[in-house]
């Protein structure tokens, strides 16, 4: 277990350097957040029991990829394809394995990109090449990967039919935002300092001129 623990510690520092730098040279990050997770001894049992495979630190080490995990989250479906790369760039990081579920969704409507990596980690006694299992995406998916994690905890893998419909919805509510976030993210990248603007009402903040913006009615003054 430590060498999985290493092998997060070893992409965790990785991920920070990067979006450290991004910080420092006043780029847009395309990195959010960054979590990790290490299974539980149970938990590996429990899927590995699941999946059919021989209880032997071998065969669990070769069929299951995803005892180490680090999620990245970003803000924009385009950054996650820049986190993609960033990483499979690295020399010391090696790509097993990638599995797109942002251009091709699950049937559930879950959308992320999903790799293995396998990472050097330098131990006294000699490097330990360790898999860690990545994953990227937008903070609209993973808000609805965690409602949609703690609603199959709470049944237990048997989700009523009336809910899935409505995770379905939620997912695809979850697309259409990312979607336009991404339109409106690539029009203001897109924008000039020679743009002319506007200025919102009691504010001192300008909007582009061909930038919409649609105020909610405001409640009559008191009289």
């Not at 991004?22 to 395309?30: E, I, L, V």
């Not at 996650?80 to 097993?96: A, C, I, K, M, N």
């Not at 409507?109 to 360790?130: A, D, M």
Request: negative net charge; glycine residues 4%; charged residues 25%.
């Amino acid at each position: 277990m430590l060498g999985y623990k290493f092998g997060i510690d070893e992409l965790m520092t990785k991920i920070n350097i990067l979006k450290e730098e991004f910080t420092q040279t006043a780029a847009s990050s395309p990195i959010e957040h960054v979590s990790s997770r290490l299974k539980t001894p149970e938990s590996i049992i429990e899927k590995a029991q699941r999946k059919g495979v021989e209880l032997s630190f071998e065969a669990i080490r070769r069929e299951i990829a995803d005892i180490a995990g680090v999620r990245v989250t970003c803000s924009f479906i385009s950054d996650t394809y820049r986190v993609l790369e960033l990483l499979s760039g690295q020399p010391d990081v090696t790509v097993l394995e990638v599995k797109d579920y942002i251009a091709k969704p699950k049937t559930n409507g879950y959308k992320s990109l999903h790799l293995i990596v396998e990472i050097p980690v330098f131990l006294s006694s000699g490097v330990e090449n360790v898999k860690v299992e990545v994953q990227i995406r937008t903070i609209a998916m993973d808000f609805w990967a965690s409602l949609e994690h703690k609603i199959y905890y709470k049944y237990n893998r048997t989700v009523p039919a009336a809910l899935l419909t409505d995770l379905k919805l939620a997912a695809d509510v979850a697309s259409t935002l990312d979607r336009s976030m991404e339109r409106l993210h690539e029009e203001v990248q897109g924008l000039t300092d020679e743009t002319p603007a506007i200025a919102l009402p009691g504010s001192d903040v300008r909007l582009p001129e061909n930038l919409s913006l649609t105020l909610p009615p405001q409640p009559p003054m008191p009289v």
